[in-house]
């Protein structure tokens, strides 16, 4: 089976993520149904308010949302853009969970939002316990923001979907933000993280993300201490995915005395060998090591890597592309 969804692709949304104020925008006519859902929202704020589904301009959301003044969950589209956003961390400040998802999820989009979004989201809800935000550019300075302003956050996952982004005014690695958020979010139990990012970075993962049960990685890392640093201090971590981020069989083979006490970890497009992954399949009974190559050609590279615990044993409807060492 694969691996859960850790930073979801929103071309993919499961019809279960539907609310009932999620059913309207599937209407032919997203404004209306947008104030008609605002209106049950102003009732009943504990439903979420769902408009995922609905390509909603800055001019058509925001005389909605003012409406919703005890919002405590909102899931939209980038296409409100910063000033949309903006209007959330003006009215809503009990917001709990937002979720803003890309209309174009592709690496050169423009992408609407920014981290003027994310800085004003900080300062407008400091209630927030959950944020799944999608954006082409962000900046240290917002995420440290974030960090201070809500402490509470319990999930923080920032999708940065360009490759390797530095912070945008600075052209830093984004280090210093991601490693605010898990020094000042005590109670974070899950962590998506993207952009360039390096050892140092993973190192504040480490020492601080004790917590931390679920991490992804996309594109991040700049050697296989990265890892090392992830699976010697987050302790108790259950499900690690990483995608498109260069590591090594020196940084898998770090995870040997951890992998027991995981879920599942997931790699792709990274610099793994067959014999790197076999060398874990062999020295930890119960644990199924499932390798996946796309070349043939290539007789050692590993493009995708699939390992979890199973007292079963492996499975046995694996397709043919998947080799279960």
């Known amino acids: ?55 909603l301009t800055a001019e058509e959301f925001i005389p909605v949302i003012r409406h919703c003044i005890n919002l405590r969950t909102l899931w939209v589209l980038d296409t409100v853009g910063d000033e949309g956003i903006r209007a959330v961390a003006e009215t809503c400040s009990n917001l709990r969970e937002l979720r803003v998802f890309p209309l174009d999820a592709t690496e050169d989009s423009e992408g609407s939002v920014s981290d003027i979004s994310l800085h004003a989201i900080s300062e407008g809800c400091r209630k927030l316990e959950s ?53 000042n979010c005590k109670k974070l139990t ?76 997931w790699m792709n497009s990274s610099r793994l060998t067959v014999r790197g992954c076999r060398d874990v399949a062999q020295q930890i009974p119960n644990l199924v090591v499932e390798v996946m190559k796309e070349n043939e050609g290539e007789i050692d590279t590993v493009d995708k890597l699939y390992l979890y615990r199973s007292l079963a044993g492996p499975r046995e409807d694996a397709p043919s592309f998947v080799n279960i060492l």
């Open 131 to 183: 944020i799944l935000y999608f954006c082409q550019c962000m900046t240290n300075a917002a995420v440290v923001a974030m960090s201070e302003n809500c402490p509470d956050l319990l999930v923080f996952r920032l999708c940065i979907m360009g490759r390797h982004r530095p912070d945008r005014i600075t052209r830093e690695p984004m280090d210093e933000g991601f490693g605010a958020i898990v020094m």
């Open 190 to 265: 899950r962590l998506s993280v993207s952009g360039l990012l390096t050892d140092k970075a993973f190192a504040h993962i480490g020492k601080h993300g004790k917590l931390i049960k679920t991490l992804s990685v996309a594109f991040a890392g700049n050697s296989d201490m990265s890892l090392q640093h992830v699976f010697e201090g987050c302790t108790r971590l259950q499900k690690l995915e990483v995608r498109d981020s260069l590591f090594g069989d020196k940084g898998l083979l770090s995870g040997l005395n951890y992998f027991y006490n995981m879920r599942f970890f």
């Open 1 to 55: 089976m694969p691996p859960p969804e850790l930073c979801p692709d929103p071309e993919r949304r499961p019809a279960s993520c539907a609310s009932p104020l999620s059913l309207p925008f599937l209407a032919p006519q997203p404004r209306a149904a947008a104030a008609r859902a605002s209106s049950r929202s102003h009732r009943a704020p504990h439903l979420p308010l769902n408009f995922s589904f609905a390509a």
